[in-house]
């Protein structure tokens, strides 16, 4: 029998920083390596959001929620998927009020 691959769970997440209740939004074709990545990111110093990092500095990762906002049902076209996870990401930015993230290092922008 064989198994079919696991597929990744795309989505928009939000990182919430309970103590100063401060939020981050970004989006994502892969929840489960996003999640990783905000931790080894932010463990590391090199978050690119200097405010959310000045907060897990402080707090050493405590009170801090890596919390899954949206996931598209279905399946999307590998396409246009980029673009619809931008816009869900956007949307949710604005209706929380928070922060834009981007998991890119701040080390090299």
Known sequence: ???RPKR???GVFAVRLTASGRIGVDSSRNLEASQSG?????????YAIRVLQADWNARRGAGIKFEILERPGGDLPSIGVRDILKEKK???VHQLGAQPLS???A???
Do not use: C, D, H, N
């Open 1 to 3: 029998m064989t198994s």
């Open 8 to 10: 990744s769970r795309q």
């Open 38 to 46: 905000v931790r080894f990111f932010s463990q590391k110093g090199y």
């Open 90 to 92: 956007r949307r949710r």
């Open 103 to 105: 998991l890119i290092p």
């Open 107 to 109: 080390s090299i922008w």
